[in-house]
């Protein structure tokens, strides 16, 4: 079972009134429970791999753009989306008292952290991919993210 196929179980059951599913194939098992508004996956693997463990969050509404209402339109056809490479919280800055990493106008290069993404709790740096102008950023902070989810609008 690949982790695009656990990602469309758990989409599945989000969506269901199911409150647990187990899979068992060989050596690989997985089950999905799901408390209030979590989905909680534990994956057992053969011995000779770790086992794994992830949580993921509700699903996400439609993303709502963050950018101020002075900045200029966007030409949407030559803007790069930065996208969210994992499931979990989004946040703009290394805390609540510090700055955000990027704020629409700022430059990025490849390489620099435009976010944090809280998985299992453990705090993920998010690097851009492309160097360019950040001209929209398309989630809330604290906001729940999930996998491939376009974070950042980027202007080459």
Excluded: H, W
Aim: with cysteine; net charge negative.
């Amino acid at each position: 079972m690949d982790f695009k196929q656990i990602q469309e179980l758990v989409k599945m059951i989000n969506k269901s009134n199911i409150s647990e599913l187990s899979i068992e194939q060989d050596k690989f098992k997985i089950t999905i429970k799901q408390k209030d508004n979590e989905v909680q996956q534990v994956i057992t693997l053969p011995a000779a791999v770790a086992p794994v463990q992830a949580v993921a969050a509700a699903p996400v509404a439609a993303p709502v753009a963050a950018a101020a209402a002075a900045a200029p339109a966007p030409k949407a056809d030559n803007l790069i989306t930065i996208k969210s490479p994992m499931i979990g919280t989004f946040y703009r800055s290394a805390g609540p008292d510090k700055a955000a990493f990027v704020n629409v106008g700022d430059e990025v290069t490849s390489g620099k952290v435009v976010c944090i993404i809280e998985a299992m709790k453990l705090f993920n740096e998010i690097e851009s991919e492309v160097s360019g102008k950040i001209v929209k950023v398309l989630v809330d902070d604290a906001s729940p993210v999930e996998y491939d989810q376009p974070l950042f609008l980027v202007e080459p």
